[in-house]
């Protein structure tokens, strides 16, 4: 559930319906809706230069703060925090009725839970990391995102790539968050307040993963804080498990910036993958013995049968090592291609 700052009293556009610009006299079509957040609606619409996202609210301030807002992540060089700024204007309804909008690009993509439900969990890793490395940029100019959740996370590409939409939230450090939504907030949780600085953006990505292993989002059961519920949470699923210890710095806000938790994970992600890495060379081993020790048995047990049947049964145990040799080598190969792909995004 939302705070909402500010009651949105934008009306419904329909289809069809023709917006223009009073100061730049650009014309967009509204072609349907695509949210509606606590400052304003916004619309996907069409534009002279194709499809684009339009923002509309009846707060002039929240207009005016979410366009600086843009302009900022505009300034961030080697990332794209969010939507590119397009336009900015004042749409004349009549001659009482005037509604500024802004006008952003229109980012396609599945949002961060519908993404890892297609693609499998494994790669809600590499998503975090590269979330991880984008919040850090934020910070450093000073922002933080604030109402940050997987609805507000859209994956573009190809190659995936992470792209934070909806800056109605985004705070400067040092003030009160202006938008949340309970289930990602420290403070809704008891572990911690409502004031803009890093680690409560790092609370919302470890509440983040722990939302795509439990897409039904839980309610707090019981008065004080949430710690052990959390806990309890992360423990009860396996693949929470294995990021216990970075997952329970990030709740308890011990991580000091972004950067330093995309360190821990990156060192977390690599230990896992080495395990796994030694665990097929093992086992590759471990079946080339038992391969070569079952030959030798057929070959002594079966000395006096006919050369026909003795063909048939090496064919056969040959067909099965190379079944399993090319299991191994697919697995090895994913592991290569994740180890890769997180060095490439993210080192």
């Known amino acids: 559930m939302k705070k909402n700052t500010t009651m949105n009293q934008v009306c419904n556009l329909s289809s069809g319906t023709e917006i223009k610009g009073k100061w730049n006299g650009k014309r967009y079509i509204i072609v349907r809706a695509l949210g509606q957040g606590a400052t304003g609606n916004v619309y996907l619409a069409d534009s002279s230069e194709g499809n684009v996202a339009i923002k509309l609210s009846e707060n002039s301030m929240a207009i ?49 839970l519908e993404f890892v439900q297609e693609r499998g969990m494994e790669w809600a890793n590499v998503l975090v990391l590269q979330l991880l490395a984008n919040l850090e940029k934020l910070h450093q100019q000073g922002w933080v995102f604030g109402d940050l959740k997987p609805e507000n996370i859209l994956i573009s590409g190809p190659p995936p790539k992470i792209r ?83 997952l329970q710095k990030a709740l308890l806000g011990k991580y000091v910036s972004a950067g330093e938790m995309k360190s821990d994970f990156v060192h977390l992600l690599s230990s896992e993958t080495s395990k796994a890495g030694v665990r097929t060379k093992t086992n590759k081993t471990q079946t080339t013995s038992s391969n070569n020790s079952k030959r030798q048995h057929i070959r002594h047990s079966h000395a006096q049968t ?31 291609i994740y180890s890769l792909y997180v060095y490439h995004f993210l080192m």
């Open 64 to 112: 005016t703060s979410e366009v600086n807002v843009l302009k900022h992540f505009s300034k961030v060089q080697g990332t794209s925090l969010g939507p590119s700024l397009l336009d900015v204007d004042d749409w004349k309804i009549d001659q009482y009725k005037i509604l500024p909008f802004y006008v952003m690009e229109y980012v396609q993509g599945n949002n961060f």
């Open 306 to 336: 006919n050369q026909s049947r003795k063909q048939a049964k090496k064919s056969k145990k040959r067909k099965k090592a190379s079944g399993i040799l090319e299991t191994i080598l697919i697995l090895a190969g994913v592991f290569l």
């Open 164 to 246: 934070c939409i909806d800056v109605g939230g985004t705070t400067q450090q040092g003030r009160s968050i202006k938008e949340f939504t309970e289930f990602f907030d420290r403070g809704y949780w008891g572990l911690g307040t409502r004031k803009a600085e890093p680690t409560y953006d790092l609370f919302s990505v470890a509440m983040i993963l722990i939302n795509a292993t439990y897409p039904k989002r839980f309610t707090k059961k019981e008065e004080g804080d949430g710690r052990n519920q959390l806990f309890e949470v992360i423990d009860q699923h396996p693949f929470l498990r294995k990021q216990k210890e970075v």
